[in-house]
């Protein structure tokens, strides 16, 4: 058995059908995805170690990719954490706690409940309510969608800077830029985009009618 499933425990739930996607990837994995995976897994291990979270995390997340295990999520989740990254420790924190559970591993769900509770007090939140002048406006999050159903709801977000586009067909877009940190929630407003100005008419130039002929 590998250390990936073996490491000690160091986060919204996922949605269930991603589980089971990532069963059925883990499913078709092969030997040498493995390799791949078990080789990302201990290099990271080492950038930990020596102080690198910013580059173990990536590693990480490929290894939980291409080999989905419980082991690879809590120490990913733990490196989110290290880097800041909050909200993403948080909802990986989840993730783990709902994979140990379906695996019948209490204690590892144990320990992945209780991280994930203990960071959400910390979480930053942004709430993105547009007007109701507004319309029929897309909005996108840092190149997210943002759906009409988490309109005025505090979602949580990373620490930093956050960008968010709105568009409407014949309006000017806008981009807007918000900052959150660590505990603050933030509420957006969403004014009234500029309408499109019109294009003018081209102006078409005719020349003088011609003098009658003389008779």
């Not at 986060?11 to 030997?31: E, K, Y």
């Not at 709902?98 to 930053?124: M, N």
């Not at 002048?133 to 759906?147: F, H, K, L, P, Q």
Request: with cysteine.
């Amino acid at each position: 058995m590998s250390l990936r499933s073996l490491c000690t425990p160091l986060a919204l739930v996922i949605a269930a059908s991603l589980l089971l996607s990532a069963g059925t990837v883990a499913a078709q994995t092969g030997p040498s995805d493995k390799a791949t995976a078990e080789a990302l897994f201990d290099e990271a291990r080492a950038l930990l170690k020596d102080g690198k979270p910013e580059l173990a995390c990536p590693k990480l997340a490929e290894s939980q990719r291409i080999d989905p295990g419980i082991g690879t999520l809590l120490y990913l989740a733990s490196c989110y954490e290290k880097t800041g990254k909050l909200a993403s420790a948080w909802v990986t924190f989840r993730e783990a706690a709902v994979a140990a559970s379906r695996a019948g591993q209490t204690e590892r769900e144990k320990v992945a409940t209780t991280r994930a509770e203990a960071l959400l007090p910390q979480l930053p939140r942004l709430t993105i309510q547009p007007a109701p002048a507004a319309g029929d406006v897309e909005i996108t999050r840092d190149g997210v969608a943002v759906g009409r159903a988490l309109w005025g709801t505090a979602l949580p977000v990373d620490p930093g800077s956050h960008v968010v586009e709105v568009k409407r067909a014949g309006h000017k877009p806008r981009t807007l830029e918000v900052a959150v940190t660590k505990g603050q929630t933030v509420v957006l407003a969403v004014e009234p985009l500029d309408p499109e100005a019109g294009e003018p008419k081209p102006v078409v130039s005719r020349p003088p009618p011609s003098p009658a002929p003389s008779p």
